[in-house]
């Protein structure tokens, strides 16, 4: 099974990929993470795209593919969290001629990304994330499996929010119908809802 789950910022992707690749055994595969993990280890690609990511802003189309390449040709089962972001990015995960069999469209309004973003932490090595008040951690600010300390995510400031909504709303139209051109089944889902409720929806389309 290949799953893209697709929504704007701060609409519950990582959350819901993170249920769903445990549930349905998938390999989840997040292109922010993957880069996360390069700022953190300062590798060449870490120091090249930090101020781009910090800022909101799209990286390059060669370091995307070259980091995802790999996982997406040798992963039968796998959900991609954050790519494609752009109809350029579709066309390209198109020509590596594998099947995707369900877009999972998360929707939700602006002023709920804003208020989830606010209050979100996240463990930087495991990237888990948590929010202050709608999925809080056991013990305050400490992730819940290694009690290591949660921080802010870079990226999650009113300015980088902005560039980072636009750029979803800049794209968004042009990939669904690429998806709904080449007739990939898109699921819409409302993410309003509380986060296991959410699941629940998305368990039941998927079984
Ligand atoms: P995310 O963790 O999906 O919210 O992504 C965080 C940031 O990583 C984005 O704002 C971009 O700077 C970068 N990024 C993640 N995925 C992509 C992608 N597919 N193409 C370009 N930049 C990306």
């Not at 990929?17 to 390069?38: Q, T, V």
């Not at 590596?96 to 989830?116: A, G, H, Q, V």
């Amino acid at each position: 099974m290949k799953i893209i789950i697709y929504g704007p910022p701060g609409s519950g992707k990582g959350t819901q990929a993170n249920l769903i690749s445990n549930y349905f055994n998938l390999k989840n595969l997040s292109s922010g993470n993957l880069l996360r993990n390069e700022i953190t280890k300062r590798s060449e690609i870490g120091i090249k795209i930090k101020n781009l990511q910090k800022n909101g802003l799209l990286i390059p189309n060669i370091i995307i593919y070259t980091l995802i390449k790999y996982y997406i040709k040798n992963n039968k089962n796998i959900i991609l969290d954050g790519f494609p972001r752009t109809l350029k990015q579709a066309i390209f995960l198109s020509s590596l001629d594998i099947n995707i069999d369900y877009i999972i469209n998360l929707k939700i309004k602006n002023s709920t990304i804003l208020k989830r973003i606010k209050y979100r932490l996240i463990h930087p090595t495991s990237h888990k994330t948590y929010n202050i008040i709608y999925n809080p951690a056991m013990i305050k600010d400490k992730d819940d499996n290694t009690g290591d300390k949660l921080n802010n995510r870079d990226d999650d400031n009113l300015i980088a929010i902005k560039i980072r909504l636009n750029e979803y709303y800049k794209n968004n139209i042009n990939i669904l119908n690429w998806y709904k051109k080449y007739k990939n089944t898109v699921i819409n889902i409302n993410s309003e809802n509380k986060i296991k409720n959410i699941f629940k929806k998305i368990k039941k389309t998927l079984i």
